[in-house]
DNA sequence: CGGTGGACCTGCTGGC
DNA sequence: TGCCAGCAGGTCCACC
């Protein structure tokens, strides 16, 4: 479900309703998730206050007072929302903090996908799902040489690679239908035989997809909603993703949808070569 | 080492 | 109406 834009989003709806707020009691309903939710994982919250919120790639770091961080991954169905604490638990909250204020976060993932850790300042850097992540577009930059090396080198399809977390920090199923979509590329192309200048155009788009989907607040096709537990928008403005058969927006051919491969994979069989 | 396929979960949809 | 197969936005691990 939530990729980066999606990600970007919950942060900074959830920075208008969390920063500065005492964690008063944490209530862990479900520690089975992606990773045991640690046995410490309350008392390590406890009377603690959110002092930043960043993101890097798909994970939200809340960055504490006491400088560990509470890391929180949405994982395919994953919710992280600010609710008054009257509104009715619902199946799968799996962790509720009530704030001080008016607002409690809860965590709900019916799929349990997610993630949520908390860590000391010497073990961010060496967190195994943080060591091998590679730049992040909109925190970080995108190197149009760096990913030009990688691409070249690679036998795999270009949409195998750019859903590689080591490639590109933070691309998913949709997103990278869509910045293929946008670049003109198959996505069964064999990402080693792309001309230079197409890894520069795909290269240049990845940031601006993002962006645009940030000011569209993400994509919702069922479950995403953001910190307010509001639905994105962007969906609306998909060229290629969950479009079979209905016509490109810039050619009119149906969108075709192939039948190999474990995810969906959505293209315009005339624009993209 | 790079690359692939299945596993991990629940919920929803569509076909029979 | 009920049942079952297939599918879903992510990540990890065993295996070739």
Redesign the pocket.
């Known amino acids: 479900?939530?990729?980066l834009p999606?990600v970007e989003t919950v942060r900074r709806v959830l920075c208008r309703r969390v920063l500065d707020r005492r964690i008063e009691q944490v209530e862990v309903l479900e520690r089975?998730l992606?990773?045991p939710v640690a046995l410490d994982f309350a008392s390590r919250l406890e009377g603690r206050t959110i002092r930043e919120l960043r993101r890097r790639?798909?994970?939200l770091i809340a960055c504490l007072d006491d400088d560990c961080v509470w890391i929180v991954?949405?994982?395919?169905?994953g919710k992280l929302i600010a609710v008054p604490p009257d509104r009715p638990r619902e199946?799968?909250d799996h962790l509720v903090l009530r704030l001080a204020g008016p607002l409690e976060l809860r965590f709900h993932d019916?799929?349990?996908?997610g993630?949520a850790v908390v860590l000391a300042p010497n073990e961010l850097a060496a967190w195994?799902?943080f060591r091998?992540l590679g730049p992040d577009p909109l925190v970080d930059g995108l190197d149009p040489e760096d990913l030009w090396h990688r691409v070249h080198?690679?036998?795999?399809?270009i949409k195998?690679?750019l859903?590689?977390?080591g490639v590109v920090a933070?691309?998913?199923?949709?997103?990278?239908n869509e910045v293929l979509a946008r670049a003109g590329v198959r996505p069964a192309a064999r990402?080693?035989r792309l001309p230079r200048a197409t890894v520069e155009r795909i290269a240049s788009e990845i940031p601006l997809l993002l962006q645009e989907a940030v000011r569209w607040c993400?994509?919702?096709?069922?479950?995403?909603r953001d910190g307010d537990d509001r639905a994105?928008e962007f969906q609306r403005h998909l060229r290629v993703?969950?479009r079979t058969g209905e016509p490109c927006r810039s050619c009119g051919t149906a969108i075709r949808?192939s039948a190999r491969?474990?995810?969906?994979t959505f293209y315009c069989p005339r624009c993209q070569k």
């Open positions: 479900m939530p990729e999606e089975r992606r990773m790639a798909k994970y991954h949405l994982g395919m169905s199946r799968h019916p799929r349990r996908f993630l195994p799902p091998s080198a690679s036998g795999r399809s195998d690679l859903m590689d977390q933070g691309l998913g199923n949709i997103y990278v990402a080693c993400g994509t919702t096709f069922s479950d995403y994105g993703y969950g949808r491969g474990n995810r969906g």
